[in-house]
């Protein structure tokens, strides 16, 4: 059965909202905790909004008036309260919460209500101007570094494929052959790094970043939050919610990011890689190696 959590998050990526009420609906499903005991009046208070767009949210979406709503919100919360919190981040704690708690939804409604949370928080976070000002960097460098490792990795390998189609010298580091701060110790001023870490943190990324940092290079940051270890270290910072209801966190968000980076990056260039792209597929073609 389709849980409370997993049909809010539906009606909401169904409705044609404007930003105004999307950026409601997006403060409700990721604070639904305290949201769901909230009057009208309370919430449009703590939004920001006037009590008339949190009412239309709610005939938007489809409820009669915000009673309805807001006993849906409930019964939402009740669902989502697998996940788990953000407090505890240790794979092995977060198993033994999962256990202590037992399984109450399907495991595809609560997964699928997590990643689509993530994502629409993620949008509404990081406004194009940030993609526009982040494409610039990477190409006004002369060198595109990229570093992130464990979970992260997914993230930077994505990167490092097609950021290396769209413009040149793009490397990621692999860990193979030498340590970070030998991968990061020429990098200059007219260079920058994406650098890429989520709870916990890793230590090597942040002191590789720090490194890039002292040298002179522009910091393009993926990460949770701006209280990030490492955000005082950028000049651009892309949040991307990682919550998961499972012992690992949801890289599906910060993908997202990495999708957006190369896509406005490409925009940018004009899709003036066709060239090389087309050079790599001569030979990709000849060994099937697609």
């Known amino acids: 059965m389709e849980s409370h959590f997993s049909k809010l998050n539906a009606l909401v990526a169904a409705a044609l909202l ?3 009420l999307r950026a409601v609906a997006d403060y409700v499903i990721n604070n639904l905790d305290t949201c769901r005991f909230l009057t009208a009046n309370e919430l449009a208070e703590s939004i920001k909004v006037s009590y008339s767009t949190v009412i239309r949210l709610t005939k938007t979406l489809g409820f009669s008036g915000y009673p309805e709503f807001q006993k849906f919100l409930r019964l939402a919360f009740d669902d989502n309260i697998e996940s788990i919190s953000d407090s505890i981040v240790v794979p092995s704690q977060r198993i033994d919460e999962i256990i202590a708690r037992g399984t109450k939804a399907p495991v595809n409604d609560i997964i699928a209500a997590h990643v689509l949370s993530n994502i629409q928080s993620t949008l509404a976070n990081n406004p194009e101007s940030q993609f526009m000002k982040a494409s610039e960097i990477i190409l006004a460098s002369n060198q ?7 979970g992260s990795s997914s993230v930077s390998n994505f990167l490092g494929l097609i950021m290396r189609q769209i413009i040149p010298h793009v490397y990621q580091y692999t860990g193979c052959g030498h340590n ?7 990098l200059e001023k007219n260079d920058c790094v994406i650098s890429i870490s989520f709870p916990r943190y890793s230590k090597l990324i942040a002191d590789a970043t720090e490194m890039a940092k002292s040298q002179g290079a522009k910091i393009l940051l ?6 990030s270890p490492l955000a005082h270290y950028a000049d651009v910072i892309f949040t991307a919610q990682c919550k998961s209801s499972d012992f690992y966190n949801s890289y599906v968000a910060a993908l997202m990011i990495a999708e957006l ?3 406005h990056v490409s925009r940018a260039i004009n899709y003036s890689n066709k ?3 087309q050079r790599i597929n001569n030979y990709t073609e000849k060994y099937g190696n697609y």
């Open 180 to 186: 970070i701060f030998d991968f990061v110790s020429d």
């Open 18 to 20: 404007p930003p105004k």
């Open 275 to 277: 060239e090389l792209l």
């Open 144 to 150: 595109r570094y990229i570093i992130g490792e464990r």
């Open 261 to 263: 980076l190369c896509a």
């Open 222 to 227: 993926i990460t949770d939050s701006v209280t």
